[in-house]
C-alpha cells in the first residue's frame, strides 16, 4: 500500500480507557535527569513536554518518576512524585501539555536493584543486577551492589509509594499513570525469575511474580477516579540484558496479559528498547505479543521500538499488533513526528550524537547549539 495516499493508521484519533486521543502517536517515557536535585521538575522539562503536544502527539507517556524518597530512586535529578513540591512542579508541565492540547500520563517507577543513587538498594533477592550501571545517568558508576532483599513491611511500603504518587499525579493533573514493570527495574524483578527466589506470596510461580504490580495496579484503581487511566509497561528485555525472553514465550505472555487485565490495568504498552520491536516485542519464534495481548485482554496495547519508521507502524497496526505506537529517541529529534507523517515528509534520523553532552535537556540544547552553530 503506498502510504502517501491512505491517512497513516496511528493518525486515526484514539481512545485509551475515557480518554479521547487525537491520534495513535504516542511519546515514550525517557528519562532525561533534568529535575532538580530535590527531584522537582523544572519548567524546562514543562517546555520540553509541552513541544511534544504542540507537534501533534496524541499522547505523551512522561519519565519514570520514583515513588519514595527511601528506595525507589533511579539517577540523580530524576524527577519524583513523593513530595507536594513534586506535584506543583509537574503541574506546570501537565498544564503546558493541556493547553497546546495534549495528553499526559506521568510513568511511575521504583529502581529495586538497580538505583544508582540509593546507598543499599533493595530488590526481592539479593541477585547481582547483570552489566553495569548506566552510563549518562548518575551519580554512582561501576558494578550494582548485591541488593538487600525486601521485607514484607518493605513491600507494603512499596505498593503505598506506588499509590500515593498516583493519588498525587491524579491532583496534579495528570490523565493516567503508567506502572513500570519493564527494563529491568523492581517490579520486572519481581516478575523475573533469574532475580525473585523468593516464595509465595510474591515469588514461585509466574502468578506470584506478577502479583505486586498487579496489586499495585488493582490499588490505585480503587483510590483514583473513574476517568484516571492507569496501565502498565511490560518488556521481555532488560536495559542491561538485551537478549532476555520471557521463558515461556507466548504461555508465559498470556499469564502475564491476563493478570494485569484482570488488576484492573487501562492498557498495556511493550517496551522493545534496544533492538526494536521486531526483535524485543515477539518471542524467539516470532510470534507478535502484541497481537497476543490485544487478543487476550481487548485492552489498548501500545507497541514500541523503533516505530517512527511509517511503514513499519502501518504494518503492524494494519496486521493486528498494536493500536497505538510509542516513539522515544526519534521524538528527541522529531517533536513534530505526527504533523512529519501527516504531510508525507521523512523523519529526521536521531543519532546517539544527541547526547553527546548528556542526556539531559540541558545537554541536548548544548549539542542543539553546536549544530546550528
Ligand atoms: C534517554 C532515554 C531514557 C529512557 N527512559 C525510560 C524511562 O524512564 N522509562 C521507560 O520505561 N523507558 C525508558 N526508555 C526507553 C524508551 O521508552 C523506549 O522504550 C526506547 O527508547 C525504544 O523506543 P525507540 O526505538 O522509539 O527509541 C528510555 C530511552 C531513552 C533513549
Same mark, same amino acid.
Given at each position: 500500500?503506498?502510504?502517501? /495516499?491512505?491517512?497513516?493508521?496511528?493518525?486515526?484519533?484514539?481512545?485509551?480507557?475515557?480518554?479521547?486521543?487525537?491520534?495513535?502517536?504516542?511519546?515514550?517515557?525517557?528519562?532525561?535527569?533534568?529535575?532538580?536535585?530535590?527531584?522537582?521538575?523544572?519548567?524546562?522539562?514543562?517546555?520540553?513536554?509541552?513541544?511534544?503536544?504542540?507537534?501533534?502527539?496524541?499522547?505523551?507517556?512522561?519519565?519514570?518518576?520514583?515513588?519514595?524518597?527511601?528506595?525507589?530512586?533511579?539517577?540523580?535529578?530524576?524527577?519524583?512524585?513523593?513530595?507536594?513540591?513534586?506535584?506543583?512542579?509537574?503541574?506546570?508541565?501537565?498544564?503546558?501539555?493541556?493547553?497546546?492540547?495534549? @495528553?499526559?500520563?506521568?510513568?511511575?517507577?521504583?529502581?529495586?536493584?538497580?538505583?544508582?543513587?540509593?546507598?543499599?538498594? %533493595?530488590?526481592?533477592?539479593?541477585?547481582?543486577?547483570?552489566?553495569?550501571?548506566?552510563?549518562?545517568?548518575?551519580?554512582?558508576?561501576?558494578?550494582?551492589?548485591?541488593?538487600?532483599?525486601?521485607?514484607? %513491611?518493605?513491600?507494603?511500603?512499596? @505498593?503505598?509509594?506506588?499509590?500515593?504518587?498516583?493519588?498525587?499525579?491524579?491532583?496534579?493533573?495528570?490523565?493516567?499513570?503508567?506502572? %513500570?514493570?519493564?527494563?529491568?527495574?523492581?517490579?520486572?524483578?519481581?516478575?523475573?525469575?533469574?532475580?525473585?527466589?523468593?516464595?509465595?506470596?510474591?515469588?514461585?510461580?509466574?502468578?506470584?511474580?506478577?502479583?505486586?504490580?498487579?496489586?499495585?495496579?488493582?490499588?490505585?484503581?480503587?483510590?483514583?477516579?473513574?476517568?484516571?487511566?492507569?496501565?502498565?509497561?511490560?518488556?521481555?528485555?532488560?536495559?542491561?540484558?538485551?537478549?532476555?525472553?520471557?521463558?515461556?514465550?507466548?504461555?508465559?505472555?498470556?499469564?502475564?496479559?491476563?493478570?494485569?487485565?484482570?488488576?484492573?490495568?487501562?492498557?498495556? %504498552?511493550?517496551?522493545?528498547?534496544?533492538?526494536?520491536?521486531?526483535?524485543?516485542?515477539?518471542? @524467539?519464534?516470532?510470534?507478535?505479543?502484541?497481537?497476543?495481548?490485544?487478543?487476550? /485482554?481487548?485492552?489498548?496495547?501500545?507497541?514500541?521500538?523503533?516505530?517512527?519508521?511509517?511503514?513499519?507502524?502501518?504494518?503492524?497496526?494494519?496486521?493486528?499488533?498494536?493500536?497505538?505506537?510509542?516513539?522515544?529517541?526519534?521524538?528527541?529529534?522529531?517533536?513534530?513526528?505526527?504533523?512529519?507523517?501527516?504531510?508525507?515528509?521523512?523523519?529526521?534520523?536521531?543519532?546517539?550524537?544527541?547526547?553527546?553532552?548528556?542526556?539531559?535537556?540541558?545537554?541536548?540544547?548544548?549539542?542543539?547549539?553546536?549544530?546550528?552553530?
Amino acid at each position: 500500500m503506498n502510504s502517501q /495516499t491512505t491517512q497513516h493508521p496511528a493518525l486515526d484519533a484514539g481512545k485509551i480507557h475515557n480518554l479521547a486521543l487525537r491520534n495513535r502517536y504516542v511519546v515514550a517515557p525517557m528519562s532525561r535527569a533534568s529535575a532538580g536535585e530535590d527531584g522537582v521538575p523544572t519548567s524546562e522539562m514543562a517546555a520540553y513536554y509541552a513541544r511534544f503536544a504542540q507537534g501533534g502527539y496524541g499522547l505523551i507517556i512522561a519519565e519514570g518518576a520514583y515513588t519514595d524518597t527511601i528506595l525507589a530512586q533511579s539517577y540523580g535529578n530524576q524527577p519524583g512524585m513523593c513530595t507536594d513540591a513534586h506535584a506543583h512542579g509537574w503541574k506546570a508541565t501537565v498544564d503546558a501539555v493541556h493547553a497546546a492540547g495534549g @495528553k499526559i500520563i506521568l510513568q511511575l517507577i521504583h529502581a529495586g536493584a538497580v538505583s544508582q543513587v540509593v546507598d543499599t538498594p %533493595h530488590a526481592p533477592s539479593p541477585v547481582r543486577p547483570d552489566g553495569m550501571m548506566l552510563q549518562g545517568y548518575g551519580p554512582k558508576q561501576g558494578a550494582y551492589p548485591v541488593p538487600v532483599p525486601l521485607s514484607d %513491611h518493605q513491600i507494603a511500603e512499596t @505498593k503505598a509509594g506506588f499509590v500515593m504518587a498516583a493519588l498525587r499525579a491524579e491532583r496534579a493533573g495528570f490523565d493516567g499513570v503508567e506502572v %513500570h514493570c519493564a527494563n529491568g527495574y523492581l517490579l520486572d524483578q519481581f516478575l523475573t525469575p533469574e532475580t525473585n527466589s523468593r516464595t509465595a506470596p510474591y515469588g514461585g510461580s509466574l502468578q506470584n511474580r506478577i502479583r505486586l504490580t498487579c496489586e499495585i495496579i488493582a490499588e490505585i484503581r480503587a483510590v483514583t477516579g473513574q476517568d484516571f487511566a492507569t496501565g502498565v509497561r511490560l518488556s521481555q528485555a532488560k536495559a542491561t540484558q538485551p537478549d532476555y525472553f520471557w521463558q515461556g514465550g507466548l504461555k508465559d505472555a498470556a499469564v502475564i496479559f491476563d493478570a494485569v487485565h484482570l488488576a484492573g490495568a487501562a492498557f498495556i %504498552h511493550l517496551a522493545s528498547e534496544i533492538k526494536g520491536y521486531t526483535y524485543h516485542s515477539r518471542t @524467539k519464534q516470532g510470534e507478535s505479543l502484541t497481537k497476543l495481548a490485544r487478543m487476550r /485482554t481487548g485492552l489498548p496495547v501500545i507497541a514500541n521500538g523503533g516505530l517512527q519508521d511509517p511503514q513499519l507502524a502501518r504494518d503492524i497496526m494494519s496486521a493486528g499488533e498494536a493500536d497505538f505506537v510509542s516513539v522515544g529517541k526519534s521524538a528527541l529529534v522529531n517533536p513534530d513526528l505526527p504533523q512529519k507523517i501527516a504531510a508525507g515528509q521523512t523523519p529526521v534520523e536521531f543519532s546517539f550524537d544527541v547526547f553527546s553532552h548528556g542526556v539531559s535537556l540541558a545537554g541536548q540544547a548544548q549539542w542543539q547549539a553546536a549544530q546550528i552553530g
